[in-house]
Structures are given as C-alpha cells and as structure tokens.
C-alpha cells in the first residue's frame, strides 16, 4: 500500500512523468511512470469486492479498526482494479475489481 501511496505522491510533484517509454509497451488503460505501467485510476467505493480503509489497525492490540478511509475502493486481496469501458482515446470509463487469476489456483 505505501508504494501506491507513493507512486501518487509523485505523480503529483511529477506529472510529466507519466507517459514515459515502457519496454514492452503497456496495455490498454495502464500508462507508463517511471517504467513501470500503471493503472491511473480508482474502482468506485461501491464495488462489491472493495474497500474504503486504506489502513487498520493492529489485530494484536485489540478490536479491528479502520484508521484511515479514502473516497475510492481499495480491491480486496485476490482482486485488481480494471478498466472496463474505453472512451474513444483509450481513456478509461468504468473500473471494476477482478479477481485475478493468481488467486482462483487458491
């Protein structure tokens, strides 16, 4: 999680970073950042598989409690954010969170 944190940290100082040259090229609805293809935007807070607590706190220490909610959806372990739907210039329209291959051999 901090890497996303920050990756978006810097793509704010940088913007003009992304759109960098990416060997092999990245697919549709990732940009390149410093290499590295990524995914530029968030699925929505109401997605079924996802989550608004970028943070909880310690299970040792006692109850579970979020400490810190974002406005988007953070996709539960086992699923990545995905484009959906291109407009017309290969932006993105609609994200969903997927369950990824990795975690149906589970």
């Not at 960098?20 to 950042?33: K, S």
């Not at 699925?43 to 706190?57: E, F, G, K, R, V």
Request: aromatic letters at 8%; one cysteine or more; charged letters at 30%.
């Amino acid at each position: 999680m901090s890497l996303l944190l920050t990756v978006l940290a810097i793509s704010l100082v940088a913007p003009a970073c992304w759109d960098d040259e990416c060997d092999p090229g990245c697919e549709r609805g990732y940009a390149c950042f410093y290499g590295t293809c990524l995914s530029r935007g968030f699925c929505p807070a109401s997605d079924p598989n996802a989550d608004t607590c970028a943070q909880y706190s310690d299970p040792d220490a006692g109850p579970v409690e979020c400490l810190q909610r974002v406005d988007h959806g953070i996709c539960d372990r086992g699923y990545v954010c995905e484009c959906q739907e291109f407009d017309i210039d290969d932006r993105c329209l609609e994200r969903e969170c997927v369950r990824t291959p990795e975690a149906d051999d589970d």
